[in-house]
């Protein structure tokens, strides 16, 4: 049997409800990675990219950006 690939998120929005919901990512890296977040504020964003290990081309300040980035 193969082992499962973690689900690969984006966060929206960098405020307290993701910071919650994405201590699962932490807890179990083997079943989600955040691998892109989108926050027009630069400290949330930035913050969230060191905590998620997410480099700086995966790092958008609004949806809009991380929508049509591919």
Do not use: W
Not at 4 to 22: D, E, F, H, K
Not at 34 to 44: E, S, T
């Amino acid at each position: 049997m193969s082992k499962r690939q973690p689900l690969l998120t984006a966060i929206v929005g960098a405020g307290n409800r993701s910071v919650v919901y994405s201590k699962y990512a932490l807890q179990h890296p083997d079943r989600m990675r955040i691998v892109a977040v989108a926050d027009p504020d630069d400290v949330r964003r930035r913050g969230f990219a060191q905590r998620f290990e997410i480099p700086a081309k995966h790092c958008f300040g609004s949806a809009d950006e991380l929508t049509i980035y591919r």
